[in-house]
């Protein structure tokens, strides 16, 4: 990997940002002969190399994958998300400290690779019933793109990065180019079998996931340990560390620079263009600034979105390209916090052997022009998984000691299964970022503010989550099925996005159709910020469908003269 | 219990911890943590232990070291007002367990133990939601606090792990169902 770097060498394109849409600028970018910058805030991680913890087994761990009162105390954020293992991976909250008007668990991954080393992997397509929404519903602004204008780039970024799942023929969550999918153990079968035969447009599925089922060149299979968060020696699973970045920089086209805190992009006023970026080198805290032709942001939804509004010029007073004045506002998280558990007193001599690390899908069935009426707008998905109770849920339940209380613990307990809704957050124009007016962080830039809630529309699904899921599990002869509300704060979910949306109209988003800025042609936002909606699916397929497009639009401007 | 007394007892807990009467309760649960006591009752800690999770035909607690495990998890892993419940309910298994069989807990029988121990269980609170806000408010239980540690500690553990349960340390494929008979161990890790 190229990891050198010189001060005075101009770039034809440089990315802010390594994480999975950046790892995805810089390899498209530098396959199309761009000579490109890679700016990382963090610290560099190179594949296998730097995933201390990968190999350890639970007794290696000082305090056994539990935090510890002064990390809890100190990171209230990294700590409810990561322990011992994968701790490295997350930002310390003491360290880089921002601003809740409401609680919001803003999780983040400050070093190369970002947060795709950390992923949950999930892969799944948007649609047109996605790409409407806003304009059928009359809320926010339309999409400018619809499903034929990304299906193509889908195609292409899960041939890359390999996804396996299971074609389900769905017009409403596209099948994609599959891996072949894993395995429903027995409970996940039982219960997709009663949904099959009790519910009118609903099923339950494999999750489709960025972990290889067939090895691909240098990568995977996954080895079914289940430790993907720790960074995987395997690279069974997509991370820009693994996979992206190699690529980017097998071109001899790439450079790296850690440690790189973007203060702003720079703006001509005369060229009408961005020329560079301006940095502070995080250790030493000296400034420099690098040029460009083009310039990709992809320090992901909430960074991205502070570095555009600290970009101030005469030009752009409150932050470049925010001539609509959206730019930090709409932004949007998934609800991932209620849902339906219960237990099945079948199955007794069956188990699995080895940890898939995935689990359920059952698609969304609401509001897609089927079935029954409902009080809220969008829908969600069921993720979930079943399993055999283990000492983990035994410790806190089983009666007794001796002999007779350890080999119950140590045998497989009931089958469980529990399923939680993730479900579509409307944009709501004051849900959103704003830089602080005077406090600021170590490096001297602004701290961010962010100002977000869950409104009726989300509470009112979460209530018909918890409904549909006992429902679903009842029917299917669970026990002591209970419902949950976690009433986890906006961020929890980590899919933050919105705040530099897409649109047709300058007057009232921040990117066009091709991502964009309205008024300044040589810079693309392709990261989470760019979402007009939210839609129900994990999103960063989507992002990073986005970028690869992104890149040969700008690409195709640029030679032909336009930028 | 019916739903007015869940009520009731509710409302008490929730006066001890605002009263003046609770002053006493909040003092105790509040105050530095005895953790010299703590370290200095490690011999008693493994007896427990190995009370809950005694070695059969696989090894138990104690030579899985799991009392080193709950002394640490006590000391750094626990809040000030569970802290101070596990160290008072260390003090009261020793005073009760001297008070009804006249010996300390490492002299008594593996009945004598287990007796002594279904008594600190039985304390526990059964009804769920005063459980709960009983946690709340006035931290954890220090039975059931013990034994959570305790099963941790094993299943954690290499004896444990790899004798005590199943452990699939690189599993390479997956199977989703596989037939098993009455010997199978759980597995260590999800």
């Not at chain 1, 805190?261 to 080198?281: F, H, M, S, W």
Request: glycine share 8%; charged share 25%; aromatic share 10%.
């Amino acid at each position: 990997m190229v990891n050198t770097f010189e001060k005075s060498v101009s770039y034809d394109a440089i990315v802010i940002g390594s994480g999975i849409t950046g790892g995805w600028a810089a390899k498209e970018l530098c396959e199309k002969g761009l000579k490109t910058l890679m700016l990382e805030r963090g610290r560099d991680v190179r594949h296998i190399k730097d995933y201390p913890t990968a190999n350890l087994n639970p007794w290696d761990f000082e305090y056994r994958l539990n935090n510890t009162n002064k990390e809890s105390t100190e990171n209230p954020i990294r700590s409810g998300t990561s322990d011992e293992s994968d701790r490295m991976f997350y930002v310390s909250d003491k360290e880089h400290p921002y601003i809740q008007h409401k609680p919001f668990n803003w999780i983040r991954g400050y070093q190369v690779g970002g947060k795709s080393l950390i992923w949950g992997r999930q892969c799944y397509r948007l649609s047109d019933l996605d790409f409407e929404a806003n304009i059928k519903d009359g809320v926010s602004i339309d999409w400018p793109i619809r499903y034929k204008d990304v299906s193509g780039w889908y195609d292409y970024v899960e041939r890359f990065i390999g996804v396996s799942g299971k074609h389900e023929n769905l017009p409403y969550l596209p099948d994609g180019c599959y891996q072949p999918p894993m395995e429903l153990n027995c409970i996940e079968k039982h219960l997709a079998a009663s949904i099959k035969k009790n519910e009118e447009h609903r099923l339950l599925t494999i999750a489709r996931v960025a972990n290889l089922t067939r090895g691909l060149t240098d990568r995977g299979p996954c080895q079914n340990r289940n430790l993907c968060t720790r960074g995987c020696p395997y690279g069974g699973y997509f991370s820009s560390n693994s996979a992206t970045i190699p690529a980017a920089a097998a071109t001899g086209n790439l450079t790296i620079r850690p440690f790189s805190v973007v203060k702003e992009i720079i703006y001509d006023e005369k060229l009408q263009k961005a020329t560079g970026v301006r940095i502070i080198d995080l250790n030493t805290r000296e400034e420099f600034e690098f040029n460009a032709r083009i310039i990709f942001v992809n320090a992901s939804t909430i960074n991205t979105t502070s570095i555009l509004l600290n970009s101030k010029s005469s030009r752009f007073p409150n932050g470049i390209g925010n001539d609509s004045e959206q730019l930090g506002h709409n932004l949007m998280d998934h609800h991932s916090s209620s849902g339906a558990s219960g237990t099945h007193e079948g199955f007794k001599d069956e188990y699995y052997k080895g940890r898939r690390p995935c689990g359920f899908l059952i698609p969304r069935f609401r509001n897609i022009g089927k079935g029954e009426k409902v009080d809220f707008l969008r829908g969600y998905n069921f993720q979930g998984r079943g399993e055999r109770e283990g000492w983990q849920e035994k410790k806190n339940n089983l009666k007794g000691f001796g002999a007779t209380f350890k080999d119950q613990l140590t045998k497989p307990g009931s089958w469980s299964v529990w399923m939680g809704g993730w479900g579509e957050c409307l944009p709501y124009f004051d849900n959103k970022i704003v830089l602080s007016e005077n406090k600021k962080d170590k490096w001297g830039l602004p701290l961010i503010e962010i100002d977000f809630s869950f409104r009726e529309n989300e509470h009112l699904m979460m209530k018909d989550i918890q409904n549909t899921g006992a429902i679903m599990l009842e029917k299917a002869g669970f026990k002591d099925v209970n419902t949950f509300s976690y009433n986890t704060p906006g961020g929890a979910t980590v899919h933050e996005m919105g705040t530099a949306r897409m649109g047709n109209d300058p007057k009232t988003s921040v990117l066009n159709k091709h991502n964009q800025i309205h008024a300044v042609r040589n810079v693309f936002v392709t990261d989470g910020s760019c979402m007009t909606s939210s839609a129900c699916q994990n999103p960063s397929l989507t992002y990073m469908a986005l970028t690869a497009r992104a890149c040969d639009y700008a690409v195709s401007e640029m030679k032909k003269g336009n930028i | 219990m019916n739903r007015r007394q869940v009520i009731y007892r509710i409302l008490g807990i929730s006066a001890i911890a605002v009263s003046g009467a609770g002053f006493w309760k909040y003092w105790n649960i509040y105050k530095k943590p005895d953790l010299l006591y703590l370290t200095s009752k490690k011999s008693l800690i493994a007896e427990i232990a190995e009370t809950i999770i005694p070695t059969t035909d696989t090894p138990g607690a104690k030579i899985a070291k799991v009392e080193d495990f709950i002394i640490k998890m006590v000391r750094d892993c626990t809040a000030t007002k569970s802290q101070n419940n596990f160290i008072k309910g260390l003090a009261d298994l020793e005073t009760y367990t001297e008070e009804n069989y006249n010996k300390t807990y490492v002299a008594c029988t593996v009945k004598e133990r287990e007796a002594v121990l279904t008594h600190f269980e039985n304390l526990e609170e059964s009804h769920y939601l005063i459980r709960k806000l009983k946690q709340k408010i006035l931290g954890d239980n220090f039975f059931h606090m013990f034994k959570s540690y305790t099963v941790t500690g094993y299943c954690t553990s290499e004896l444990g792990a790899t004798k005590g349960l199943s452990y699939d340390y690189l599993p390479s494929t997956f199977e989703a169902c596989i037939t098993i008979g009455d010997k199978q161990k759980s597995w260590a890790t999800k």
